[in-house]
């Protein structure tokens, strides 16, 4: 099982990012996607899900409006499009998949935010 994230930088406030987390060794379309993220001396907390089936999502509170989480099924690949970027916002964002008790994750992507 592999998950591969990438995207991730030094943006200014205000700009955008896509993260991308490529997907292997399970099948894909059964998972629930999720990209999680850890800022300096915080815990790790979950930013956006989508469901395998019906593509239903969730967002934290502090992302709703700005970050859209989508899937691709057939490239095996979930995205994370991240506007208006905050200071805040700075931290390593961990791709996630999750069914029936089977969890995997990613080894995480850099994202500072910063002038």
């Known amino acids: 099982v592999q998950l591969v994230e990438s995207g991730g930088g030094l943006v200014q406030p205000g700009g955008s990012l896509r993260l991308s987390c490529a997907a292997s060794?399970?099948?894909?379309?059964?998972?629930?996607m999720s990209w999680y993220r850890q800022g300096p001396g915080k815990e790790r907390e979950l930013v956006a899900r989508?469901?395998?089936?019906?593509?239903?999502?969730n967002y934290a509170d502090s992302v709703k409006g700005r970050f859209t989480i989508s899937r691709d099924n057939a490239k095996n690949t979930v995205y994370l499009q991240m506007n208006s970027l905050k200071p805040e916002d700075t931290a390593v964002y961990y791709c996630?998949?999750?069914?029936?008790?089977?969890?995997?994750w990613g080894q995480g992507t850099q994202v500072t935010v910063s002038s």
């Open positions: 060794g399970f099948t894909f379309s059964s998972y629930a």
């Open positions: 996630n998949a999750y069914a029936l008790g089977n969890g995997y």
């Open positions: 989508i469901f395998s089936v019906g593509g239903r999502t």
